[in-house]
């Protein structure tokens, strides 16, 4: 069996440019600058691909919107509230 690791585990060096500041202060305070960084990315990263499925499918939700203004959803005659 071909079992990968966890996608956590994928890790790959990188250099950054940080404010030399900004870098000492968060040393200081003992921040994980690589855990730091890979939250906050990832976040970055989702809320780009919730824009980027909200862009490619606007038109399909406002349609499907206006159709139900239009002519309800199917169980407005069976629900009790």
């Known amino acids: 069996m071909n079992a990968r690791p966890p996608a956590a585990a994928l890790k790959r060096p990188t ?8 870098l000492d202060k968060a040393r200081k305070l003992g921040v994980n600058l690589s855990q730091t960084l890979e939250d906050r990315l990832g976040e970055l990263v989702r809320e780009a691909e919730a824009r ?7 038109r399909a939700i406002n349609a499907y919107n206006e159709r139900v203004a239009r002519e309800g959803v199917w169980s407005d005659g069976v629900r009790g509230f």
Not at 15 to 22: K, T
Not at 52 to 58: A, R, V
Request: proline fraction near 0%.
């Open 15 to 22: 250099n950054l440019s940080i404010n030399a500041d900004l």
């Open 52 to 58: 980027d499925w909200l862009k490619k499918n606007q």
